[in-house]
């Protein structure tokens, strides 16, 4: 009989420098995320939180102040991806922090869904994302863009090339 190793139940804890170059890419180095006012609020394996402040440049219908349909939908594939690029470094803890970061630059979205679900209207957004799925080569996240009250406005799924 064939004993299979058995997986660590330890929790994993990313490095200071991994974390501070995950937020330095999703929030400054890619600039739209840095316009849109994307700031990550809590990053865990697999699960990534963040918000965004309602400002008058992100307006999709004047009259209602609600929010545009491409902003909710930007924060939904940056999230996901970000959910699985997360969940592929805590998959690779024996690689230096500078080496996961590296893994960014294979990171791509293949097929994105955006289901709206009531206006964006509110002072602020939440987003939570969570890897699903985190192959070898393909990633597949959920995500929700929520008020400020927690209600669920709008959801969505992405699949990313990870290789």
Do not use: W
């Not at 002072?123 to 009250?149: C, L």
Request: net charge positive; charged share 25%.
């Amino acid at each position: 009989m064939t004993q299979r190793a058995s997986k660590s139940t330890e929790p994993i804890v990313f490095e200071t420098e991994y974390l501070e170059g995950v937020r330095d890419i999703f929030e400054r180095r890619i600039v739209f995320n840095e316009t849109l006012g994307l700031k990550v609020l809590d990053i865990q394996p697999g699960v990534v939180l963040a918000t965004i402040r309602m400002r008058e440049a992100l307006i999709g219908h004047f009259k209602p102040q609600r929010v545009h349909g491409g902003v909710i939908s930007a924060c939904i594939d940056t999230m996901g991806a970000m959910a699985c690029f997360l969940a592929l470094g805590a998959r690779h803890m024996d690689e230096s922090p500078a080496k996961r970061l590296e893994r960014f630059q294979k990171l791509g979205t293949i097929d994105l869904r955006v289901d709206y679900l009531r206006p964006g209207v509110g002072t602020h957004f939440n987003i939570r994302a969570e890897a699903i799925r985190v192959g070898s080569r393909v990633g597949n996240a959920r995500v929700d863009f929520t008020s400020p009250e927690g209600e669920l406005l709008s959801m969505g799924t992405g699949a990313y090339i990870m290789s």
